[in-house]
Each structure stands twice: as C-alpha cells, then as structure tokens.
C-alpha cells in the first residue's frame, strides 16, 4: 500500500511559469489537504477538500489553486509562481471525520527563482 | 492571534534523558490535539492524540503526552530518549467544529550521543 504519493519530488521554476503539484492517495479517503511548510512557521494549510467534487480554501490560499474531481487525486496548481512560493509542500488526507488522523506524503520542495 | 504555540524551536539533549516538549492552545481551537513527528527529509506522522477520556495518551516510540485544560496545555514527554528521536515534533489542534488542523511552529529535537 504506497499511501500518498507526490510529484514530483523537487522543483525548480522560474517566476511567472504555471506549475501543477500532484497529489495522489490510495486509502479511499474522503478528505484531502495541501499544506505548505517554512522555517519557524511550520505547516500552514492551503486548501483542502472534504469530499470528492467539494474545495475550501485554508490559511493561505492566494496564488493557488485545486481541484477534486475523484476520491483518489488532488493537484495544486501555481498560476503564475512567485519567489514567495517556495516552500516544502506537504499533501495529506483523512477520513474526513473531526479528530481522524491525516496522513502525509513524503513532499514536494519547490524553488521559485 | 497563533492558536498553537510551541514554546522552544530547539531542544537539545542527551542520549537516555528525559525531554520535554512544550505545546499550549488557545481557547479557538478544539480540544483535538494531536503531535506529529517529522523525520529528516520525510512526511508527517502521528505520535498520538488526544480526543476525550483519560488524560494522559500514549503513543508511539515511548512517547506520551497529558492534556492539562487549566493549563491549556498538551505537552509531549519521553522518559529516556534515543539517537533516533532526533526529528522535529509538530503540535497541533483542530479547529473548531471542522477536521482541519492547525500547526504550531515546530520543535526541532536534537540528541547527542
């Protein structure tokens, strides 16, 4: 069982180009999560979905968007990347119900210059 | 204002002594709390939760933690610690009324030998 899987595993984009994070799970899970991580602020969530077809957005959502069109899959896509965007991004899902553990993938690191 | 705040960034300590990480939440945040480890150069995983009952938890690895609602408090101990509990240790609560979670900043968790 491969859990959540990411891709890719690092990153390095120019400002202004068009990036898609994947994100992909195999444990049938209802929620799903991006969160970003930075030194000192630890994981802050970007957006989330709880259900298949349904998005929110989190703590910080400019500059990103996702989409939920199955259980198993939840992209992030940078419109137009910013230096402010790099960061370690971390995907994760749940069952979807309060105080169910998230589960995480290994995470993306992605350089924007 | 943060809702979770981890008191120290760094804690050092010796192999085979005892370690105390420091987690308080605010009145915002649920009584879900839950600490996450990181591995270097890995994902999240779950140590342990609290959710209701008794108020000290075990999790893995040795750890343990005790909720404390005067104190608003959920601290993380480990009796004697090893090399490979260096790692950085993540607390966290979940909001209000919903299954997403909110991180504090991180304790980065060092052991010399």
């Known amino acids: 069982i491969a859990g959540i899987t990411q891709a890719p595993t690092s990153q390095i984009l120019a400002a202004g180009r068009r990036m898609t994070l994947r994100c992909t799970q195999d444990m049938r899970h209802n929620a799903m999560y991006w969160y970003r991580q930075d030194l000192g602020l630890g994981l802050r969530l970007i957006h989330y979905?709880?259900?298949?077809?349904?998005?929110g957005k989190g703590e910080v959502p400019d500059g990103y968007s996702v989409s939920r069109a199955n259980t198993d899959d939840f992209p992030l896509t940078l419109a137009s990347a910013v230096p402010s965007q790099t960061s370690v991004y971390f995907c994760a899902s749940s069952e979807g119900r309060i105080g169910d553990t998230q589960y995480f993938g290994p995470g993306t690191r992605l350089t924007v210059l | 204002a943060q809702s979770v705040t981890q008191l120290d960034s760094q804690v050092p300590v010796f192999e085979e002594a005892p370690v105390e990480l420091r987690c308080n939440y605010s009145?915002?945040?649920?009584?879900?709390l839950f600490w996450y480890v990181q591995y270097p150069n890995q994902g999240l995983q779950l140590l342990l939760k609290?959710?209701?009952?008794?108020?000290l938890v075990k999790g893995i690895n040795g750890f343990e933690a005790e909720f404390n609602k005067s104190q608003t408090s959920f601290h993380l101990r480990k009796p004697s610690v090893h090399i490979s509990d260096t790692a950085e240790y993540f607390c966290a609560a979940a909001i209000q009324g919903a299954q997403k979670l909110v991180f504090g900043q991180g304790t980065r968790l060092t052991i010399n030998p």
């Open positions: 979905s709880n259900t298949a077809g349904t998005t």
């Open positions: 609290y959710l209701s009952g008794s108020t």
């Open positions: 009145s915002s945040v649920s009584v879900y």
